[in-house]
């Protein structure tokens, strides 16, 4: 008798487990998730935020379909290339992971050394950013949530474009509204809510010369007098704008980069501890400059998405 209890019980909660099953929907497949993903995506292309050194630099956007109903946060990516090499496009495939979170994505255009040397990077970044947080009511994006990334030189341009303060010099050639440019001298502010710093460069000096020297970095700067490059190089290196009121930045490096030394990472976190910034350092064992292979990036996309939330984002 009670064997048979027993037995009755064990077909009953088979026949519960497969009628749940039976009832659950599937999960969609990685190749439907692209594909949809796709579907839910709209892709604005080559659009102009400024000219510069007679050249059209343009950003492309990668827009959430569902942020008419609700405004979405915005990824603001700049690619890498030690400020001499690489393109918007090359960017593409490290932007599916926010767009799947339901973020916006721009993918942004800069001078390289060859069209214009440094600060003109730098420039270019701030303008972008600014072009873009002056059209966040038509985007449907949420100005709140803004979040600028990027790997390597990409990194640096991140944390320049999120950690300068309102009114520096490097703001001055960014278009302003029509309405305030013809009467009024006024300079934005631009809000960044949080920085994804991938191994990016915070000590510029350190890259011009001495044991960490990288040419990259000496072609960025040119033929400028020493005195000149000097100067510049500590007002381009994010450690000299590390203040209270900064943003949250999550720091994602290799501890055996050979192209920028782990060290800039470790000083910034330390300044940005001693300043009272919400910050993460996420050393990886190892890690060359990027090429953390499968576990390692989704480690870091753990982090990232772990981060964020944090924030509120």
Not at 54 to 66: F, T
Not at 170 to 188: H, S, Y
Request: positive net charge.
């Amino acid at each position: 008798m009670r064997t048979a209890f027993k037995q009755a019980i064990a077909w009953g909660c088979l026949a519960l487990c497969a009628a749940a099953q039976a009832q659950a929907p599937a999960q969609p497949t990685p190749q439907e998730q692209a594909w949809a993903l796709a579907a839910e995506t709209e892709v604005r292309a080559n659009l102009v935020y400024t000219v510069a050194s007679s050249q059209e630099l343009k950003l492309d956007l990668y827009l959430p379909v569902q942020r008419h109903s609700k405004p979405v946060p915005l990824l603001v990516h700049f690619h890498g290339g030690g400020w001499i090499a690489g393109a918007k496009e090359g960017s593409v495939l490290q932007l599916m992971p926010y767009l799947a979170q339901g973020y916006a994505v721009a993918s942004v255009q800069y001078r390289l050394a060859k069209v214009a040397p440094a600060p003109a990077a730098v420039e270019d970044v701030r303008c972008a950013l600014r072009y873009l947080s002056q059209r966040t009511a038509e985007l449907k994006i949420d100005p709140q949530r803004i979040v600028v990334s990027g790997g390597s030189a990409g990194g640096h341009l991140a944390l320049m474009a999120g950690m300068l303060p309102a009114g520096n010099r490097f703001d001055r050639g960014c278009a302003t509204p029509e309405g305030d440019r013809w009467v009024n001298g006024k300079e934005p502010p631009l809000k960044v809510a949080a920085i994804i710093n991938w191994f990016g460069i915070t000590d510029v000096a350190d890259l011009l010369a001495g044991p960490n020297a990288k040419h990259y970095a000496i072609e960025w700067f040119g033929a400028m007098p020493d005195e000149q490059r000097a100067t510049l190089a500590r007002e381009l290196s994010p450690l000299s704008l590390v203040r209270r009121d900064g943003p949250p930045v999550l720091t994602i490096h290799g501890d055996a980069d050979p192209l920028v030394p782990f060290s800039h990472a470790q000083q910034l976190h330390e300044a940005l501890n001693r300043a009272g910034v919400a910050n993460q350092l996420l050393r990886m064992p190892g890690g060359g400059h990027g090429g953390f292979g499968r576990e390692g990036q989704l480690r870091a996309g753990a982090a990232i998405q772990a981060f964020l939330r944090a924030q509120g984002l």
